[in-house]
């Protein structure tokens, strides 16, 4: 039994889309790199979700079975809202995942995670065998921290520990994220807390060091991986 009219058929993305004629370019790339039995990581951010919207069309004109493994809440009820089947990693393995970023360096790494959704999307690129990371020329830095501090998810009590080995790695600022809708901290879909930390240098060793700290349970830190950076 369908619930009928409901709040989820009225969503709409909470904030203006910056370049959006430019997102909706890259959205349209990324909707032609489906294939009918496809499943498909779908990370967090503006573009992930005109890329949805993409996908749902291509879905209605084929009638291909294809499925998404949503990497947030959120994109997972803009997915209801379109009618796009989904799957979780306890039953699918995803054939690709496309994602967004907050800062691409020329070797392609990356900080994540200003949606905070910075640990799901980590497990569906080390999951999938391709990535697509959907950004527009803003987000290419020569220097990873130039425009943002790293994310770090962590479990609620491990707030002052994690803030102490932070610094002594070298953060130059942390701060507590805060809601916007709510008083207080960011909780994630996890249950947990964000820091964001500065630092006035980032080498390859760093992401490892910091999910090293007891308490830590995953950073915006993206180091290595195999993706490709699609530029809108």
Do not use: H
Request: charged residues 25%; hydrophobic residues 40%; glycine residues 8%.
């Amino acid at each position: 039994m369908d619930w009928g009219e409901n709040l989820i058929e009225g969503l709409k993305w909470s904030d203006n889309i910056i370049n959006r004629e430019g997102k909706e370019r890259v959205a349209e790339m990324i909707a032609a790199k489906a294939s009918d039995g496809d499943v498909i990581g779908a990370g967090s951010g503006s573009t992930v979700y005109l890329a949805l919207y993409a996908i749902a069309k291509k879905i209605k004109e084929t009638d291909w079975a294809i499925q998404i493994i949503p990497s947030s809440l959120e994109i997972s009820m803009t997915c209801i809202q379109l009618g796009i089947p989904q799957t979780t990693l306890l039953n699918k393995k995803p054939d690709w995942t496309f994602d967004g970023a907050d800062e691409v360096d020329s070797n392609n790494n990356m900080i994540k995670g200003r949606g905070g959704a910075m640990f799901k999307e980590k497990l569906l690129i080390c999951n999938s065998k391709k990535t697509y990371i959907l950004i527009d020329k803003s987000k290419l830095v020569s220097n990873l921290g130039q425009n943002f501090p790293i994310p770090v998810e962590i479990f609620p009590s491990s707030l002052l520990y994690v803030e102490n080995e932070l610094r002594n790695m070298g953060a130059t600022e942390i701060n507590l994220r805060l809601a916007k809708g709510k008083d207080g901290a960011i909780i994630t879909e996890n249950g947990n807390l964000i820091l964001d930390a500065r630092f006035t240098s980032i080498d390859n060793i760093l992401e490892s060091r910091i999910k090293s700290i007891t308490g830590v349970i995953e950073s915006g830190l993206f180091i290595g991986y195999d993706v490709e950076v699609l530029v809108s």
